[in-house]
């Protein structure tokens, strides 16, 4: 029988709960159980594929071309496994199924209402994935206890309480401890408030799991027990940490994941395998080196919007034992007069994906500073579609050079809308997304990074190379060294006469994982370490000659 472990949270968002929900499962999973992770988010927006960065921050796309929210992207970096469209759900999703239900006539004769047909749906998708065999489903509730769109969630909950043998289910409730520093002291009362209203509304939380400037004191555990009703042990202490890497260890050390399998009536379980995290952990911390890389964007204020990114240099920082330290450059501040005062301390440049033509401009001329300085570059979905557009209006000739997602009227189109696209008007869901397969020509660096001629990487986006202009981008010095072979499509693109230019349609951020770095990000990071390095001789031998 599957067991289910409900995340909750309270007092404020933002506290963490997709990382507490990794966590655990990354500890369950060491010990040999086969776990997942879902997200239940309380917005009516069918998936997050429409909504803003500045909104939600990035849209996480699964291997079967799901949008969904980000926190999948950490249960994917943690328990490296692949989730699909069943770990995340809206409820735009549930009332859009409900409703499809009763215009096939599915409740004829009945009052369609919040319950049970609500949460008869949402309790259905919470059990989905139990049918691929999992023993632990961990299942993170989106928002915050007392918010009026969560309160469908939070009733399924209480019924799969009541409905699913005992021992099945438990409830882990984190919530805030803040310390007011005017009066020196932790304060318990936003937590007892925040239970007490989870449990009028019929859930009471099994495990409290605390977020906290300060250490608890085992004085101030055994209050929040005895207000909240919980047993002192059930108290968990989740400190403010240097690396989100360092949670899943921390809260072992609170014993969280034993306590959950004793409450979930399991009684024997091995040690956790964690060998190959704590050693993840021990390169992240001691690093030989150190690396500045450009993040060339326009969320930059936002550092969600950029998040499996910024996650992906981390994993690929550990592997070359460097620090990497990203050095966040909005691209709409970027002109010919700043370009390399911004540009020349760096030993990476990476230009990100994006929507729309609000910072081009400068994304167009921090390509051609990498270009030309022989500065390492990557390009990722949009920032290869700038890098193709740069190296065609300044290497080929091709002065009017443009995507017609910023210029429709442009004479020379080296982007353009896919021509399945071209008649789609609704947004949401309509992309090129999902896993696709990608053949590399044998003779080229995106070869060498992956040592495999076919790989399959996520795409998400409307425009692509075109294919018009391949001969005369060809002629000029451009390698298209990835290509669909289904399509005939252009997937990545580079420079050979460059150490190490590289742009690639798809988004292999998605993919990167502590126990498997993404390799283009890799290569990308050593081939920065090696700039680094060169950049360092170079600055010895002049300082000698002076």
Known sequence: ?????????????????????????????????????????????????????????ECYVTEDGAETDLDLGHYERFLNIFTTQANNVTTGRIYQSVINKEREGAYLGKTVQ?????????????????ESGYDIIITEIGGTVGDIESLPFIEAVR?????????????????????????KELKTKPTQHSVKMMSENGVHPDIIVCRTEQPLSNELKSKIALFCNVKTDSVIEAADASSIYEVPLLIQEQHLDEICLKKLNITWFPEPDLNAWKGFLTKLKNPKSTVTIGLIGKYIELQDAYKSILEAFIHAGAMNQVKVLVQDIHSESINKENLVSKLEGLHGLLVAPGFGHRGIDGKILAVQYAREKQLPFFGICLGMQMSVIEFARNVAGITNAHSTEMNANTSDPVIDLMEEQKSITNKGGTMR???????????????????????????????????????????????????????????????????????????????????????????????AKEFAQQKGKKGKLEGQLN
């Open 1 to 57: 029988m599957t067991k289910y472990i409900f995340v909750t949270g309270g007092v404020t968002s933002s506290l963490g709960k997709g990382i507490v929900a990794a966590s655990l499962a990354k500890l369950l999973q060491a010990r040999g159980f086969k776990v997942t992770i879902q997200k239940f988010d309380p917005y009516i927006n069918v998936d997050p594929g429409t909504l803003n960065p500045y909104e939600h921050g």
């Open 114 to 130: 919040v319950i049970p047909h609500i949460t008869d749906e949402i309790k259905r998708r919470m059990q989905l994935l139990s």
């Open 159 to 183: 019924q799969l309480q009541w409905e699913l043998p005992e021992g099945d289910c438990l409830v882990v409730h984190l919530t805030l401890v803040p310390y007011l520093k005017a009066a």
């Open 433 to 527: 997304l999902g896993s696709y397969p990608c053949k590399l020509s044998k003779d080229s660096l995106a070869y060498k990074i992956y040592g495999s001629e076919m790989i399959t990487e996520r795409h998400r986006h409307r425009w692509e190379f075109n294919n018009k202009y391949l001969d005369q981008l060809k002629a000029a010095g451009l390698k298209p060294s990835g290509i669909n072979p289904e399509t005939n499509l252009v997937e990545i693109v580079e420079i050979p006469s460059h150490p190490f230019f590289i742009g690639v349609q798809y988004h292999p951020e998605l993919k990167s994982t502590v126990e498997n770095p993404h390799p283009i990000f890799v290569h990308f990071i050593k081939a």
